[in-house]
């Protein structure tokens, strides 16, 4: 079991991560620019603590944690005797390669150095690194005190051990762990998600179904707590793949095979336009009060309440047999197995029901089929993505 730990970066996520290790016992150290975030999230992790200690989740207390996390005056003293690295700063691909130069030149030779990106190439990331095999994505969820998945994400520089290590870890800190072994955009959990949202998106903006038509399917269907667009405007998706476009070229230059489906590509580059007026006008969620939802003010997060009878009129296969179809392919081409797939859904997003033995049952072959023909020939500037064959 690892005894010395080191998180780069200490907002929401860092210091999240953070407490989950002192949690365990392990000593953690961290490095953070800001005094002002650092200030605020050791209030968040003790509240936190406080609160776990309330429901019976643990006996110790918020200073019997937070004495266990050091905060470092650099990265090289915060890295320097570390086993294992977890950076977790802001989505910026320019500055996780920087953060990665410094750590591995100080980190011990041994240690191993794991990215939290939700958004960015590993292999992009680890180019940047001296050791870039002991190089891996560690992406947690968030909240990573209660969520129970992490994937750990091999780039195509990983060795076998590092993969290994970090697949010990999550399972020393009581996670469940899968394994993306493909470096691929949205690793296995957000890239289903995200192609569920970006077809129900077209659906929406073509008119065959209303946004609340496809969250009550979804949420009295398949069991996600909150449907694919209240999803979204909970948290923040329209700005972080906006944001997330910005390098996506630069990165799929670097590393072709990050995004190796022409379909995904496409609907990506699709979806971004059907949202663009929403983003400029800055319906991107909860936080402003509104997205696709109307919301009380901004900030002020308000759940949906969705009847079962404004399902009515929606057929499920429509939202999710070209959700299924990716998840093949996902198996298909070797970025993880059907159990993964699972295990990502019910533990990263609370899905109550399987995804794919969920379409097999309920719909059949046939339907899926058919339902993928009918959107090919509806959205020909997609087809791809409605393809059972080519990825």
């Not at 003010?297 to 969705?306: D, I, M, Q, S």
């Not at 899926?368 to 020939?377: A, I, K, N, P, W």
Request: glycine share 10%; net charge negative.
């Amino acid at each position: 079991m690892a005894s010395r730990v080191s998180v780069i970066g200490f907002g929401t996520m860092g210091s999240g991560i953070a407490e989950v290790f002192a949690l365990r016992g392990m000593d953690v150290r961290v490095y953070e620019v800001s005094d002002a975030v650092f200030g605020q999230n050791v209030k968040a992790v003790r509240s936190s603590v406080e609160r776990l200690r309330q429901r019976g989740i643990t006996a110790e207390g918020p200073d019997d944690v937070l004495g266990r996390i050091r905060r470092a005056g650099s990265i090289e003293e915060c890295v320097r005797d570390s086993e294992v690295v977890v950076e977790a700063v802001n989505e910026d691909a320019a500055l996780k390669r920087d953060v990665f130069r410094k750590v591995s030149m100080a980190a011990p030779g041994g240690a191993v150095l794991s990215t939290n990106t939700s958004s960015i190439s590993i292999t992009y990331i680890q180019r940047a690194a001296e050791r870039p095999e002991r190089v891996a994505g560690l992406h947690w969820f968030n909240p990573p005190v209660l969520m129970r998945l992490v994937e750990v994400v091999r780039g195509d520089l990983t060795s076998d051990s590092t993969v290994e290590a970090l697949e010990a870890l999550g399972r020393e800190v009581g996670k469940e762990v899968v394994v993306c072994r493909r470096d691929i955009r949205g690793f296995i959990g957000n890239r289903i998600i995200r192609a569920m949202k970006y077809h129900c998106t077209l659906l929406v903006r073509s008119a065959r179904y209303t946004v609340r038509q496809i969250d009550a399917s979804l949420v009295h269907g398949i069991g996600m707590p909150l449907g694919i667009f209240a999803l979204t405007d909970f948290t923040g998706g329209l700005v972080l793949e906006s944001q997330e476009s910005r390098t996506y070229a630069e990165i799929v230059r670097e590393v072709p095979g990050y995004e190796p489906s022409l379909g995904y590509h496409r609907m990506f580059m699709h979806y971004l336009s059907l949202v663009a007026p929403m983003v400029q006008e800055g319906r991107t969620g909860y936080r402003q009060g509104r997205g696709f939802y109307d919301y009380p003010g901004p900030g002020v997060w308000e759940r949906p309440e969705l009847r079962p009878e404004e399902a009515e009129g929606v057929e499920e296969v429509h939202i999710l047999a070209p959700v299924y179809n990716q998840a093949e392919h996902m198996v298909r081409h070797g970025v993880c197995n059907e159990g993964d797939i699972e295990r990502a859904l019910r533990y990263g997003f609370n899905v109550s029901r399987p995804l794919m033995p969920y379409v097999r049952e309920r719909f059949g072959e046939w339907a899926v089929e058919s339902t993928l023909r009918e959107f090919s020939d509806t959205y020909s500037m997609v087809q791809p993505f409605y393809s059972r064959g080519e990825w």
